[in-house]
């Protein structure tokens, strides 16, 4: 999943051509309360450069909240945006402006070019004398997303020891970094938390802060739905919702654009200790407030389907696809989906449904040929809705056999192998019954498919609740970028 900007100001590409040189001035610029606009080194930002710093993410602003918020980069209007901040850099003398080039690194970040967004960040630690905290955390969010989590982690730990009184950033990545590497300790623990404390005591109304130690508590409860910890990771929750809606206005618009995150964490944390209704609830107010919120689809679709609420499930898959079409757990859940509404049409529809959930169960294979997931519905959906001609038995007796070959002694996939083994032995029976009475096909099943294992949440992968965007808007575990001025 993409990763955004975290508060208010923009990055991309480079510099657009200009036909006439423009004209500056070194008039300080002064803000609304009066006081010079400075530069993260202390140096006043003149008008000229002042003007288009705002004007270049206003621009950029735009772009992000185009389409619902989903936002409309390409890379042709992504090195436009950047071109405009460059353009406002160079208006400083010697182009000391650290926050443009940094916004104009977020900005070619946004279009997915690495090289340029790099070189941008470094030119913001120059123009600060390598004392910036944002840029260095946001090239140690790159580092993450490149999967270099020790690149990351010291890049975390570089922004703090520079600026320890302002590095709210990297207090809170440097902490979810270290939860990642699963504390087992008190010791480890203490790192975590001290870190997601040090970033609050810097801002008590930073979201991504709160939601890391949400999540840190929601770590250590365990499967325990009883555990204090699990108590404690919801109270998080609730708190740092009460800060988002009554500071609403007060947060800056990436902050509080995490917002989604801090419902989806309370969801997984809703989900272990059972209450599925409460869940459903911070999902969808997930994906409402974040239409680009992958886990949060996924998680919401995952959880309809446990109750075979199928027609949500399918519409939550669908959305999650059109953001991730490589999600292997997202094409088994829209499957599973398929199959689960294709039970309650008429002869004519069914037979496209269930073609489709055949489509969506070999897209899933071809992402990942070794996963158990796709051969074990592939297999139930050949044993049950295929016409039970014995080529089909056969072909739903194989692709079982390689279900319980891949899952092994797979803890998450006991019952399904148990399943999985009874299906193969009636198959073997049921073809012995049809090559004695001359090989016609087997009587349709008297138990629909969604009462089967693989129709639930259980024999299907996206049973497993997607993790927890910590604390970002992402596929995943994303850092909280940088923020800009």
Partial sequence: MKTRGLSGALVLLTLSACGSRQTTTTTPAVAANGQTVTTAAGTAVNETANTR??????????????NGNRGDWTPETCNVVAGLFEQAANAQQNGNFPEAWFNRGLVYDRCGMAEPATTALNRALTAA?????????????????????AGARQAFEQAIQQDATHC?????????????????????????????????????????????LALS???????DPNSRMIFLAGLVCAQAAQVAQTQNADLAPDVRSFTADLYNTWGIIDIRRNEIIKALEHFRRAYT?????FEAWVNYGTINLSFRGYQDAKEAFEHAIALKDDSYDAHIGLGVA?????LTQPDTERAQTLARAQQEYERARTLDANRP?????????????????????????????????????????????????????NIEQTITALEAVGGGAAPAPATPAAATPAATPAAAPAA??????????AAGQTPAPGASQ
């Fill in 129 to 149: 004398n390598g004392n910036y905290c944002r840029a260095k955390v946001q090239l140690g969010v790159m580092a993450y997303r490149r999967r270099d989590v």
């Fill in 289 to 293: 407030l974040n239409p680009n919120m």
């Fill in 217 to 223: 508590y929601l770590q250590q409860a365990g499967d």
């Fill in 168 to 212: 709210v950033e990297g207090y809170t990545n440097l902490a979810m970094v270290l939860r990642e590497a699963n504390p087992t300790t008190p010791q480890e623990w203490g790192a975590v938390v001290r870190n997601i404390r040090s970033a609050l005591a810097l801002d008590d109304r930073y979201l991504p802060a709160r939601t890391q």
């Fill in 53 to 66: 710093f705002n004007s270049a993410a206003a621009t950029m602003r735009q772009h992000d909240e185009a």
């Fill in 338 to 342: 398929l199959r689960g509404l294709a």
């Fill in 464 to 473: 497993a609740p997607a993790p927890a965007a910590a604390p970002a808007p």
């Fill in 373 to 425: 997931d796709a051969y074990y519905n592939l297999g139930v959906l050949n044993m049950n809705y295929m016409g039970g001609a014995i080529p089909v038995l056969r072909t739903a007796r194989e692709l079982l056999q390689q279900f319980v070959q891949r899952a092994g002694s797979t803890a998450r996939f006991v019952t399904s192998v148990g399943n999985a083994t009874r299906h193969i032995r």
